[in-house]
């Protein structure tokens, strides 16, 4: 069993940065992708960023490329989401995602394993 436990988030004005963490525990040596999804109130949840074998390669959505940075630190099982420039649009509810299911996309929700979330709140 994976547990996936988000913290980091806030409340923050526009232009402000926050790092969001993603500490994992469990069968975690196994997974191919670690990804970040958010969701909005009253919209979908969409993928934000993933991360592939550790840093092999990195994936964002084109809303937040340039401002969002995903790494990785294997060696305590914390994927990161470095958050830059926050725009009012960025507030929602964030989530870490591990175990990418076979034929799955990195922004689409097929991943097996979910956290609670944390909030990220900007104000203009």
């Known amino acids: 069993q994976v547990q996936l436990v988000e913290s980091g988030g806030g409340s923050v004005q526009a232009g402000g940065s926050l790092r969001l963490s993603c500490a994992a525990s469990g069968y975690t040596y196994s997974s191919n992708y670690m990804g970040w999804f958010r969701q909005a109130p009253g919209k979908e949840r969409e993928g934000v960023a993933a991360?592939?074998?550790?840093?092999?390669?990195?994936y964002y959505a084109d809303s937040v490329k340039g401002r969002f940075t995903i790494s990785q630190d294997n060696a305590k099982n914390t994927v990161y989401l470095q958050m830059n420039s926050l725009k009012p649009e960025d507030t929602a509810m964030y989530y870490c995602?591990?175990?990418?299911?076979?034929?799955?996309?990195?922004?689409?929700?097929?991943?097996?394993?979910w956290g609670q979330g944390t909030q990220v709140t900007v104000s203009s």
């Open positions: 991360i592939y074998r550790g840093g092999l390669s990195t």
């Open positions: 995602a591990s175990h990418l299911v076979s034929g799955g996309t990195w922004y689409r929700r097929d991943y097996r394993y």
